[in-house]
């Protein structure tokens, strides 16, 4: 096994590591969280929604030296919040029996001679 060099360079590289594993981390939690998501599972999507969540929390604060990825931290924390959100209401909160077909309505307006065809 090669040495690992020492100085500065190594102690970017050992941040730039941990901050890809974190990284990660926070995608393999939000992809569990969306797949129990999907088949109903809300004892195991809440919690994996809440570990994406904190870990990009901890993105946001390792990583305040550089204001675009700041930038682009939050951006994808509130987009990850009102994921999170809509999850918890359709899980705990959505009727069990509301169908929601669209496919069987115009989307725009009804127009019986083009719906007709």
Known sequence: MPALPRGKDSRKDASIATVKLIENTQLFTWMVK????????????????????????VMIRRDQANPSRILNYVGLFLWIAGNFIWMIAETLYDRSDADIN????PILKQDSNLYSR
């Open 34 to 57: 969306d797949f129990f998501w999907l088949v109903l599972v809300p004892y195991i999507s809440i919690p994996a929604g809440l570990a994406a969540m904190w870990l990009q929390i």
């Open 102 to 105: 669209m496919a069987g309505t």
